[in-house]
Nanobody, 123 residues
């Protein structure tokens, strides 16, 4: 079975950095897209960063220029490097894999979500 396990969340001051990791098991990266989403209380789920099977990336407008998504095909890990963190970045961050991802979530019925990792940015 496909399993995603996120790690790296925590509390950080504004302007700080965190790197989230998503360990993938049960599938290969070939032919799939990986992504990071986030959701804060009272807000809709928001697409943060995406990387497809070719390594092409895209980002949500609120994080463009600050976050970088990458993947290690040997270790089967997808990373989200988060820089210049702001209080508005506070949310639960979820990793996802699917044949197709949208700005709002999974694009098919066969995708998988991770359990989430909390990121809190405050002074």
């Amino acid at each position: 079975e496909v399993q995603l396990v996120e790690s790296g969340g925590g509390s950080v001051q504004p302007g700080g950095s965190l790197r989230l990791s998503c360990a993938v098991s049960g599938l290969t990266y070939t032919g799939v897209s990986m992504g990071w989403f986030r959701q804060a209380p009272g807000k809709e789920r928001e697409g943060v960063a995406f990387i497809d099977s070719d390594g092409d990336t895209s980002y949500g407008p609120s994080v463009q220029g600050r976050f970088v998504i990458s993947k290690d095909n040997v270790k089967n890990i997808v990373y989200l490097q988060m820089n210049d963190l702001e209080p508005e970045d506070t949310a639960m961050y979820y990793c996802a894999v699917d044949g197709y991802l949208t700005p709002y979530g999974l694009g098919t019925d066969t995708g998988t979500w991770g359990q989430g990792t909390q990121v809190t940015v405050s002074s």
